[in-house]
């Protein structure tokens, strides 16, 4: 018991907080990112341009379909073999969002496809361009009712962050490690601690996401 | 490519074998598991629903590799000596029940409330039904989501290289630190990855829209 009072230490916890302070700008960044070139690359697959929208379908599914941690590896270790050297900040921010904007690019383009097909048709027999009427009455619409799922990848987002721990990215399983690092005894204590504030972030988000499908549905 | 796929080709197999071992052990138990608290979560009785509930949003909530260096780190200190490859799979397996508990409780839902009440009004128990009536029907609808559950296990079983599980991800490490060749290290790697991803995930999209 004695040892859980010392881990729980207001210097511990404050280290710990930096580190979820971390997780939680990291996510917050690559997934505004991820929604901007995943929304670009969902319509480009959406608007069956010749050749591209292929191209772009082929390279969204194999991203879909590799580890995450693979792409952190590649990132942060492959790069610098390309000549490009990103730090570790950039490096997780870098592989969360090339992986992040393939899984919102699909989402983005089911959305799409859920709207029904009569509103682009009324929206160009009101004399709108085929591009008017996606950016401004398709696009609304679509991402309306996809909110509840990006939400909730926003949840997988902050959860993957902690695979970054792999490339030293100072987050909350990061600072846990440090912490325990110096102290066997602490082990317990942390990683209790961190599952604690890994579900109340994600739960609320969760919970979030949940009121919002109800709302907008 | 070519130097990396030669050389290391017993790795790059030993590899896969582990990732495949490690994903279908997590599929089969998890697929179980969650079955037993989607169940739990229609049950008529309050406490099993809430404990049901507990256990898909507690799992659901907490990241991958917590739950699998808890396993790997804490289990040896105060249980038992187990090895990465066991810790990694025990920790996939509680991870992955948890989504797949929520999608079998999705499944039942489903199913029509009539064909419950039809079995029970021919004389069947409650488990009669839910086993012979209900679960078959659900498990058919959720196909799909549960062959996605499968593509997001190999990719997830990826954290067996934290806690040496001697997985694809692990020896793509090993082979780029042997080889020095980091970026084809990781590119075959990705493609013995993609090699079991993608056609599974083609296949899921084709009975998706068979089945809708």
């Known amino acids: ?217 | 490519m070519v130097y990396i796929l030669t050389h290391y080709w017993s790795e790059l197999i030993q590899g896969l074998g582990y990732t495949l071992l490690s994903s279908l052990i997590a599929l089969v138990f998890s697929t179980a598991i969650g079955t037993m608290f989607a169940i739990f979560e229609v049950l008529p009785n309050k406490a099993m629903r809430i404990i049901g509930r507990i256990y898909i949003e507690i799992f659901r909530n907490i990241p991958l590799l917590v739950i699998a260096m808890f396993f790997y780190v804490i289990i040896p200190m105060y249980v038992a000596k187990i090895d990465g490859f066991t810790a990694g799979t025990i920790g996939l397996t509680i991870y992955t029940s948890s989504f797949i508990a929520e999608t079998v409780r999705a499944g039942i839902l489903s199913v029509d409330t009539g064909q419950m009440e039809g079995a029970r009004a021919n004389g069947m128990t409650y488990w009669q039904a839910m086993s012979k009536i209900v679960l078959p029907q659900a498990f058919k609808i959720i196909i799909p989501p549960l062959g996605n559950q499968f593509i997001n296990l190999v990719k997830n079983s990826s954290v067996l290289a934290f806690v040496a599980g001697f997985d694809l991800m692990y020896q793509a490490n090993s082979i780029a630190s042997l080889s020095l060749d980091t970026i084809n290290s990781y590119v075959v790697v990705g493609v013995f990855y993609l090699i079991i991803t993608l056609p599974l995930s083609y296949y899921m999209r084709h009975l998706e829209k068979k089945l809708a």
């Open chain 1, 1 to 217: 018991m004695q040892n859980f009072i010392d881990a729980y230490s207001w210097i511990n916890i404050r280290f710990l907080l930096e580190g979820l302070w971390v997780t939680v700008e990291v996510s917050v960044v690559s997934i505004i990112a991820s929604f901007i070139i995943g929304s670009v690359l969902g319509v480009l697959r959406y608007v069956k341009i010749k050749y591209l929208s292929a191209v772009v379908g082929f390279i969204v599914d194999i991203v879909r379909n590799l580890p995450l941690i693979l792409i952190i590896f590649f990132t942060y270790f492959g790069l610098p073999h390309l000549g490009f050297k990103p730090g570790i900040i950039f490096a997780a921010v870098l592989a969360m969002t090339i992986f992040e904007s393939a899984m919102l690019a699909e989402i983005i383009r089911s959305g799409i496809l859920a709207v029904d097909y009569g509103q682009m048709e009324g929206a160009r027999a009101n004399g709108m361009s085929y591009m008017q009427a996606l950016w401004h009455i398709i696009f609304p619409q679509a991402i309306k009712k996809t909110i509840p799922t990006i939400v909730s990848q926003f949840i997988s987002l902050i959860k993957d962050t902690s695979l970054a721990t792999i490339i030293v990215l100072p987050e909350l399983l990061n600072h846990a490690q440090i912490i325990y690092g110096q102290n066997s005894s602490y082990i317990l204590p942390m990683f209790l601690m961190i599952a604690v504030m890994y579900f109340i972030i994600c739960y609320a988000l969760s919970v979030l996401s949940r009121v919002l499908d109800k709302r907008l549905a």
